[in-house]
């Protein structure tokens, strides 16, 4: 089996700690399923957790994007779409060839083992909603083809 390498992406700010904590847990969680799949997460919210004030903001999120560009994956986490690093991180994925996945779910489609049939899953189905949430300047082709 070959091991991808994903990037979890999604919100880390929040109003207050224990949002914070909730945007950690909901990456943890996306992290842990890669994990138990056999393949690789970078998770940055575990990487910096609750670390804020020992640099500058853009010092993580550059940061991140040094991280991102080894990473074959990205899987965004539930609620990223109101995450300005999250979308310059989409942005930064498309311009450097890095696949997108609308969630964990779509991207345990293409690397759980398929179901009994041995056939491959249509994803295109799944990820209809995306397109329409995103920004216009962000390209809207989210998946290569193998």
């Known amino acids: 089996m070959q091991r991808s ?3 979890i992406a999604g919100a880390y700010r929040g ?8 945007n950690i847990d909901k990456a943890r969680e996306v992290a842990e399923r890669v ?19 020992v640099a500058p903001d ?4 550059e940061g991140d994007l040094i991280i991102l560009k080894f990473c074959q994956n ?6 990223w779409q109101n995450s300005s690093g999250t979308k310059n ?6 311009k ?18 398929w179901s009994k049939d041995n056939k491959r899953p249509n994803v295109l189905d799944n990820i209809h909603g995306f397109e329409s949430s ?7 082709t989210y998946k290569k083809d193998y």
């Open 96 to 113: 450097n060839k890095i696949d997108v996945y609308d969630s964990i779910e779509v991207w345990e489609q293409y690397f759980l083992p």
């Open 58 to 61: 853009e010092v993580f999120l």
């Open 89 to 94: 991180e989409i942005e930064f994925a498309k």
């Open 5 to 7: 390498v994903n990037y």
């Open 74 to 79: 990205m899987i965004l986490v539930d609620g």
């Open 134 to 140: 995103l920004p216009e300047r962000i390209p809207k």
């Open 35 to 53: 994990w138990a799949a056999g393949h690789v997460a970078i998770c940055p919210h575990l990487n910096t957790a609750f670390m804020d004030g």
């Open 15 to 22: 109003k207050s700690v224990s949002e914070i904590r909730r």
